[in-house]
């Protein structure tokens, strides 16, 4: 079974301040995990994965997430916010043959001016 | 331009009426997928497709019917909606490699059943 949670349903930080957005997953193989974003009235769109190689993960519009097995942890990062990156952010575990994506709660990111 | 559509985007209906929500992609993806999002659950799969003809359920698959006849098209069958599938519906694709591929999301279907 595959699960994952997201540590904190709503962020809010500072134009230019540092963003950090929790994920742990739980799987019993290893994973590929993916970060997803929704702006408002729009799917999803792709931020960034991981699925083998290095930990370290780059993204689009300044979004980066390490993958650190030790801690089961994915977590996404920007070094400063943008008012364009106010989102909702979802992170995503695959580890299954079925290519089943199972998603955490979401995480709404507030970017105050 | 490579999209997955869905129809329609905002659909209000009564309880047992019949409705299917269509959903295509122009990408010629194995693969396709319904989500349902709720809040603070996240997104939830229906029913999935790994290429035409199989299809098998996922997390939440009560009360939805889908079908894969061709391999564009995936559409999501309500045959008696009731008011616990008022939602938000998702339809994505991706491509069948040895790895999870990005999955392409439609810009959903509001629906709500009275």
């Known amino acids: 079974a595959q699960s994952v949670t997201q540590l904190g349903s709503h962020v809010s930080v500072s134009e230019g301040a540092l963003v950090l957005l929790r994920c742990n997953y739980s799987s019993s193989v290893p994973p590929y995990l993916f970060w997803y974003v929704q702006y408002p009235n729009q799917g999803l769109q792709l931020l960034l994965k991981y699925t083998t190689g290095a930990t370290l993960v780059k993204g689009i519009n300044g979004f980066e997430a390490e993958f650190k097995k030790s801690e089961t942890s994915f977590h996404l990062t920007k070094p400063s916010a943008h008012m364009s990156d106010a989102a909702e952010y979802f992170c995503?575990?695959?580890?299954?043959?079925?290519?089943?994506?199972?998603f955490g709660s979401g995480t709404q990111l507030t970017v105050l001016p | 331009e490579a999209q997955v559509t869905q129809n329609p985007r905002y659909l209000i209906t009564v309880t047992g009426k019949k409705l299917t929500v269509t959903c295509s992609q122009n990408?010629?993806?194995?693969?396709m997928s319904w989500y349902r999002q709720d809040p603070g659950l996240g997104l939830r799969q229906i029913y999935y497709?790994?290429?035409?003809?199989?299809?098998d359920k996922g997390d939440v698959p009560e009360g939805y019917k889908v079908s894969r006849k061709e391999k564009r098209n995936f559409p999501l069958i309500l045959e008696s909606p009731s008011p616990n599938q008022t939602s938000l519906y998702f339809c994505?694709?991706?491509?069948?490699?040895?790895?999870?591929?990005?999955?392409?999301f439609g810009p959903g279907t509001r629906l709500t059943v009275l």
């Open positions: 990408m010629n993806h194995e693969y």
């Open positions: 497709s790994m290429n035409v003809e199989v299809t």
């Open positions: 994505a694709s991706s491509s069948w490699t040895s790895i999870p591929d990005t999955q392409y």
């Open positions: 995503a575990v695959n580890s299954g043959s079925a290519r089943q994506l199972t």
